[in-house]
């Protein structure tokens, strides 16, 4: 399950409503809880400008080593992990593609919200398959308190 406070999950559905009719992109920061670490709780993002150019970027998105990197450092110096990937699907449901499964890398929550006409919409989470065959659904939950509590 990935959690995710509700400023991080107020900011997924800004940036992808500002990113439309294109698709947006970014990392999510957290920790690693519960068992096996299976409970993720997203409390900041490191948004990113999608590297795919021109029209591309209506139904692909692309993050570049140099932002991964970006994230990792911002990461360590919050004492925090990068626990996964966000993006928009403009107009399309929050259901990965068939890019998204090719392009996607083991061990990260792929959060991915819906954009119709606009407007944020539906907003889900997805975990990659150990045999990299498919996805499968991750509870998403929003945590309603602050972005990140207070240390």
Same mark, same amino acid.
């Given at each position: 399950?990935?959690?995710?406070?509700?400023?991080? #999950?107020?900011?997924? +559905?800004? *940036?992808? $409503? %500002? /990113?439309?009719?294109?698709?947006?992109?970014?990392? =999510?920061?957290?920790?690693?809880?519960?068992?096996?670490?299976?409970?993720?709780?997203?409390?900041?993002?490191?948004?990113?400008?999608?590297?795919?150019?021109?029209?591309?970027?209506?139904?692909?998105?692309?993050?570049?080593? #140099?932002?991964?990197? +970006?994230? *990792?450092? $911002? %990461? /360590?110096?919050?004492?925090?992990?990068?626990?996964? =990937?966000?993006?928009?699907?403009?107009?399309?449901?929050?259901?990965?593609?068939?890019?998204?499964?090719?392009?996607?890398?083991?061990?990260?929550?792929?959060?991915?919200?819906?954009?119709?006409?606009?407007?944020?919409?539906?907003?889900?989470?997805? +975990?990659?398959?150990?045999?990299?065959?498919?996805?499968?659904?991750?509870?998403?939950? =929003?945590?309603?308190?602050?972005?990140?509590?207070?240390?």
């Amino acid at each position: 399950m990935i959690s995710l406070f509700r400023d991080a #999950e107020a900011l997924v +559905r800004s *940036e992808a $409503e %500002a /990113a439309y009719p294109y698709e947006c992109c970014g990392l =999510v920061m957290g920790v690693l809880d519960g068992q096996d670490g299976d409970l993720r709780k997203g409390s900041a993002l490191v948004v990113v400008a999608n590297a795919r150019e021109g029209d591309a970027r209506r139904r692909r998105f692309s993050i570049g080593p #140099e932002d991964f990197l +970006r994230a *990792e450092r $911002e %990461a /360590a110096r919050l004492g925090l992990d990068v626990i996964g =990937v966000y993006h928009s699907h403009p107009d399309h449901p929050a259901v990965p593609s068939e890019y998204d499964l090719s392009h996607a890398l083991p061990f990260y929550s792929y959060v991915i919200v819906s954009v119709e006409g606009g407007r944020a919409g539906d907003m889900t989470s997805w +975990r990659l398959a150990p045999d990299r065959s498919s996805f499968a659904p991750e509870p998403l939950e =929003v945590d309603p308190g602050p972005a990140r509590p207070e240390s």
